[in-house]
């Protein structure tokens, strides 16, 4: 076996399979344009680290439980006035900075207004900058959790929905949540706040949300963590769905 190759069973070993893969093709560039060791050891280490981003990003991806990837250059800016008149913090929260202040957001509007594309859309966008992100269903999250909490594993199942950057609870509103559901929906949200990210969809205005949540003082308190240091949206407008189908 040549030196070469023991080289590269060693990479191998050691867990840098891309830098081993690449061997050949840098030792030859190498030799084309007179490059010193450290320039060849950067060039390996660099095809290593970007092929261990994209399987973070991967990884992100699987994690996020998207079933599309949705970007914001698909978004229709012109299908309605409160798109445009709000195109500028719309496009700052692609910047992911909401993030990294742990920040919330909630996007209100009736159905077919945005809300769920732009949310899909901070996700995947999250994923690509390998930030841990997860999208659910309002409603599927308090499902989990109800049923963790029969089965004695709530500490479990809250830690799941804690844990990652950006938490998009998608659809508030269209059903009670009912006492048990409320109880388990604040906990999550003040765990989470000033922590972690929360983007919150729904179709109700803040006023509105007494008819979801068990009681109003439940109502207040979650939507005063909620609100606060938020970015609020609000998106009117025709169903963008019904337009397509047109």
Known sequence: MSDLETLRDKLIQIRLKTMAQHLDSVLEQAAQKNLNLPAVLDRLADYELEARRQTAITLRYRQSLLHDKPTIDQFDFHHHKSRLDQKTLILNLFSLDFISKHQDVILIGNPGTGKTFLAKALVYAACNANTKALFTNTMDMLNHLIAAEADHSLLKMLHYYQ???????????????????????????????????????????????????????????????????????ILGGPSYRRKNKA
């Open 163 to 233: 844990s990652p950057d950006l938490l998009v609870c998608d659809e508030m509103g269209y059903l009670s949540l009912g006492p048990q559901g409320s109880h388990l929906f604040f906990q999550v949200i003040s765990q989470r706040h000033t922590v972690k990210s929360t983007l919150l969809t729904t179709n109700l205005p803040f006023a509105d949300w007494g008819k979801v949540f068990d009681s109003t003082p439940v109502a207040t308190a979650i939507a005063d963590r909620l609100v606060h240091n938020s970015e609020v949206l």
